[in-house]
């Protein structure tokens, strides 16, 4: 029996049913298979009093320490937050706090599934139990983390102790690699996404039901500045007959409303907010081509569930863009540029892509072959047979 700790604090709880969900939905493939015993510690931030009773943390200050979370058994230890401030010690004061669980659980391996805290947390965790571990990166903890000097010393000897490492796709496995961590002990990982659940549906059907006429457009994702959902909406006068949903929330939401006003397209952009995964396919199924100018990414769940639903992508080159985008039906690389992206969309609304031809570049991302994939890096670190 391989016995693994997943630590994971991007991972959903009860007020949070999609935070981490690809997290959720990787280490329940992993603990699906045969001879792999899992838990969970999915540690809770919390700052100190009097903050620890403002409104944004009470419903992490309710969690309950351990719970059957979907299938899984989950703990969530507490630890210090400094908002602002204190940064840097995160990832001792984590390990500090996940330290008795591991101690109790002794398990072979540690599956660290963030670089920051997570992994450096990790490696003072596995250091007292003389354990290997793996850390996982995902695109924002390399380039926005790794850009502040104090936090990069700690990720960069977390990288070096670790038994090895993984990455979303190979264009961050090249930027950790520009950061100095060592590029022959990193793994590529892909996701993966429901292939039963995200499928082509009745486009025609799924546009009456949202009462859209003409070309629709979807982006996804939280209304934060880096998802560049601005950029889409400034591609909309260049594209005069086509409507842009926008699913998620954020506090960018304010500020895109506006934009949409500025820009005279106000009747042509709706702000969804925050869909639930489950009601994702819907929307998908309306979706003429779905647009995400996102600043950065690692490889995005929501790019490979488009393109399983039969929806073509518009999307910069960031992470992993090209690995996605691998025949000329999946979508169009283009610029960050509202001109740019309106052509992209031009030429797919001119003669579109064959669902099924679309699909096909994400028939590679199931969460089976992820599961086995993550067995059996673990199972090599565990020195186990995998």
Not at 14 to 26: S, T, Y
Not at 249 to 264: F, I, V
Request: aromatic share 6%.
């Amino acid at each position: 029996m391989l016995r693994v700790l997943t630590l994971a604090t991007l991972f959903p709880d009860a007020g949070r049913p999609d935070f981490g969900r690809f997290v959720l939905r990787q280490t329940q493939a992993l603990a699906t298979r045969p001879g792999v015993e899992v838990e969970v510690a999915a540690p809770v931030g919390l700052p100190p009093w009097p903050l620890s009773r403002h409104s944004h943390y009470a419903g992490r200050a309710a969690l309950p320490g351990r719970e059957r979370f979907e299938g899984l058994s989950v703990h969530r230890p507490r630890f210090r937050v400094w908002p602002w401030v204190g940064e840097a010690g995160a990832g001792r004061r984590l390990a500090a706090a996940v330290l008795p669980l591991a101690e109790a659980l002794r398990p072979d391996v540690i599956d660290a599934e963030f670089f920051w805290p997570d992994g450096v947390a990790a490696m003072h965790v596995a250091r007292a139990l003389g354990i290997p571990f793996s850390v996982k990166a995902r695109g924002s903890d390399i380039a926005y983390w790794g850009g502040r000097p104090k936090v990069l010393a700690q990720m960069l000897a977390a990288a070096e102790a670790a038994g090895g490492l993984l990455a979303v796709s190979a264009a961050l496995r090249r930027d950790m690699a520009a950061l100095g961590m060592a590029e022959a002990k990193t793994a590529v990982h892909h996701t993966g996404i429901d292939l039963d659940r995200f499928r082509p549906g009745d486009k025609a059907a799924a546009k009456a039901a949202l009462g859209v006429a003409g070309p629709l457009l979807l982006s996804v994702g939280a209304l934060v500045p880096v998802k560049g959902q601005a950029l889409a909406i400034a591609a909309l006068p260049h594209l005069p007959e086509a409507t842009l949903i926008l699913a998620g929330d954020g506090p960018e939401r304010a500020r895109l409303e506006a934009e949409a006003r500025r820009l005279g397209v106000p009747d042509r952009v709706r702000f969804a907010g925050a869909v639930p995964h489950g009601a994702l396919p819907a929307l998908l199924h309306a979706a003429d081509a779905m647009v995400l100018p996102s600043e950065r990414e690692g490889l995005a769940n929501a790019w490979v569930e488009a393109l399983a639903c039969g929806v073509p992508l518009v999307i910069p080159d960031v992470g992993g863009a090209r690995e996605v985008l691998d025949r000329p039906e999946a979508g169009r690389v283009t610029a960050r540029d509202p001109a740019a992206i309106a052509a992209a969309v031009r030429e797919l609304l001119a003669a579109p892509p064959e669902p099924e031809r679309v699909r096909a570049a994400a028939a590679r991302f199931t969460w089976e072959a992820n599961g086995a994939a993550l067995h059996a890096h673990l199972a090599r670190l565990a020195g186990r047979p995998g």
